[in-house]
């Protein structure tokens, strides 16, 4: 079901261990991968210290973009969910410093609530 939700544009969780050996080089001492959701080839990797928006670019994939966003720096983020007519969704999460919230779409489907609930544990705690 993983592949078939990564497909459909839905976020699919993975393993942290699966994923340890890409991000290895960029986590500080006494940093973890909690929890990691992929969309086909956009990923959101939350550690115990800061979330990492990483942004597979080009039609290859062969540039990627990790950006890295202190949970403390996040103001306020929210959920748009999916209607009838629209079926997509969007997280979108607003950070100290910026008038724009970044933006990330999910098609229709469930998964976007792990990822806002995973969000919403890390950024209220």
Do not use: C
Not at 44 to 50: G, W
Not at 59 to 84: C, E, H, Q, W
């Amino acid at each position: 079901m993983g592949l078939l939700n990564a497909l459909m544009g839905n976020s699919s969780e993975v393993s942290p261990d699966k994923i340890l050996h890409e991000f290895e080089p960029i986590l500080i001492e006494g940093e973890t991968i909690v929890k990691s959701f992929k969309l086909i080839r956009d990923m959101f990797v939350f550690t115990n210290k800061r979330l990492i928006l990483v942004d597979k670019q080009g039609v290859t994939g062969s540039k990627t973009d990790f950006m890295t966003i202190p949970y403390k720096s996040v103001n306020y983020f929210s959920k748009r969910s999916a209607s009838l007519l629209d079926l997509d969704a969007e997280i979108l999460i607003w950070v100290k410093g910026s008038e724009t919230p970044i933006q990330k779409d999910f098609r229709k489907g469930e998964n976007i609530n792990d990822v806002y609930k995973t969000l919403s544990s890390f950024v209220l705690a």
